[in-house]
C-alpha cells in the first residue's frame, strides 16, 4: 500500500477490530507489534506489556518526540448472571453514566461474535462498581 492515507486507515481499521477491555488488549498488543514489523521498525515489549519502538530522527539538535497511547478502553467483563440478565465487573475507568438503565452495549463471545445489549441498571453496591 503507497497511499499513506489509505495505509493509516489500514492500520486503524486493524486496531479498532479487535475487543480491548482493561487486561485484554492482547489482541491489539499483536496488531500492533504486526504493523511494526510490516513497515520495518523492530520493538521490545517490557514486562507490563508496553510495546516501544524507536525512530531515529535526522536532525541530531532537534528535541525527541514520544508517542504514547493506551491499547485498552474502558469496558465490562460478565462475572456472573442473575434472572433478568448477566452481571457484569467495570474494568478500566467506566464512567458512572454506564451504569444507568439502557446503555446501549456490545458483548464480546468467547467465539468472536457480539451481542448487542442495553445495561439493566446498576447491582451491588457502589463499591463493587
Do not use: C, W
Request: net charge negative; no cysteine.
Amino acid at each position: 500500500m503507497t497511499n499513506p492515507r489509505d495505509e493509516a486507515l489500514d492500520f486503524l481499521s486493524r486496531l479498532g477490530s479487535n475487543p480491548a477491555t482493561a487486561f485484554k488488549e492482547d489482541g491489539v498488543a499483536d496488531t500492533v507489534k504486526a504493523i511494526l514489523a510490516e513497515i520495518g521498525l523492530s520493538f521490545e515489549q517490557d514486562t507490563f506489556g508496553n510495546i516501544i519502538s524507536k525512530v531515529a530522527g535526522t536532525d541530531p539538535t532537534a528535541n525527541p518526540l514520544a508517542v504514547i497511547a493506551h491499547m485498552d478502553h474502558p469496558g465490562f467483563e460478565i462475572t456472573g448472571s442473575h434472572p433478568d440478565g448477566y452481571i457484569a465487573t467495570a474494568m478500566g475507568g467506566v464512567p458512572q453514566s454506564s451504569f444507568e438503565p439502557g446503555v446501549p452495549i456490545q458483548v464480546l463471545l468467547p467465539d468472536g461474535s457480539r451481542v448487542s445489549g442495553a445495561t439493566g441498571g446498576k447491582h451491588g453496591d457502589d463499591k463493587g462498581r
